[in-house]
């Protein structure tokens, strides 16, 4: 594929938990700088889907967190490290339907237990560490056809 | 069909990004769970919907959806639109339930 990259590309962001209004900047500008450097629109999708995702956990389960992405020729790649509650059982937040989400967030249509397994399926690699009481780290790659 | 084709058809409410009435509709989508939105809309697929709250843009917007129509009569919230209008996010609004917005459209599309 003829991309316009012929540095690496990154970018950092501060995400606040809590505050709904600001998410999806950090997803958007990522597929603005996509769409700019002429990514694949499948890949831009993809891209948006789990970086969106990523966001929105941490504004709803976290208090902060930065999020920084790198785009090489042959790939990008999302990381979020969060200060926050942690996540007990991993195995079991993947689990499509699984969600903590408090009622005042299930009424504005989050919590369906989708995000994490939405993330896994859109990246070529997903990686989810944490520890309870200090935080979560979500790294995930796209690779470039 | 483009999107300025359904508006007398459902009386549809144009609110923000009337420059966007063109666009073809690819499909239609029908969640007020919005990772299910993420995952499962279509790029250009218009989305019904009784959410109202500022998210709803940010998902239209990445998934490059022709347009929200928020059923039921429910009141969008200023910044809401605000945020629609600044970001070129078609919402809509109609009186209609969301059965009947989508079945509807149903017609339109396939019958
Ligand atoms: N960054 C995080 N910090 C702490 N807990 C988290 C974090 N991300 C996810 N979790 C936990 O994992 C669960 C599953 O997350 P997932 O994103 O899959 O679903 P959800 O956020 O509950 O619903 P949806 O993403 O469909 O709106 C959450 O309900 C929460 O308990
Ligand atoms: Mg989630």
Redesign the pocket.
């Known amino acids: 594929m003829a991309l316009n990259i012929n540095e690496i590309i990154e970018d950092s962001f501060q995400l606040i938990g809590g505050n709904f209004a600001t998410a999806g900047e950090a997803s958007t500008q990522l597929k603005m700088k996509l769409t700019e450097l002429g990514v694949d629109e499948t890949i831009i999708r993809r891209a948006a889907i789990a970086t969106f995702?990523?966001e929105?956990?941490?504004i709803?389960?976290?208090a902060a967190?930065r999020l920084h992405y790198v785009i090489t020729p042959r790939n990008i790649t999302i990381r979020?490290e969060?200060m926050?509650?942690?996540?007990e059982d991993i195995q079991l937040?993947?689990q499509?339907g699984?969600?903590?989400?408090p009622d005042w967030?299930r009424e504005m249509?989050?919590?369906?237990?989708?995000?994490?397994?939405?993330?896994k399926k859109n990246s070529d690699e997903f990686r989810i560490d944490?520890v309870v009481g200090e935080?979560?780290t979500?790294e995930m790659v796209i690779n470039f056809p | 069909m483009k999107l300025g084709d359904i508006i007398e058809p459902l009386s549809l409410d144009v609110r923000t990004g009337s420059s966007s009435l063109g666009r073809a509709v690819t499909g239609v989508y029908v969640s007020d769970?919005?990772?299910?939105v993420m995952a499962n809309s279509g790029e250009g697929n218009v989305w019904i919907t009784l959410q109202t709250h500022l998210n709803i843009v940010a998902v239209a917007g990445l998934k490059n959806l022709t347009g929200i129509i928020v059923v039921s009569g429910r009141n969008v919230p200023a910044d809401v639109l605000q945020k629609a209008e600044a970001e070129k996010v078609t919402v809509m609004t109609t009186q209609l339930s969301a059965f009947e917005t989508a079945g509807k459209l149903y017609q339109m599309l396939y019958a």
Do not use: F, Q, R
Not at chain 1, 98 to 101: F, Q
Not at chain 1, 109 to 119: D, V, Y
């Open positions: 995702e990523a929105m956990n941490v709803i389960y976290a967190a979020i969060d926050g509650p942690g996540i937040a993947m499509e699984y969600s903590t989400a967030v249509g989050w919590g369906a237990g989708m995000g994490l397994p939405n993330m944490s935080g979560t979500v | 769970l919005l990772s299910d």
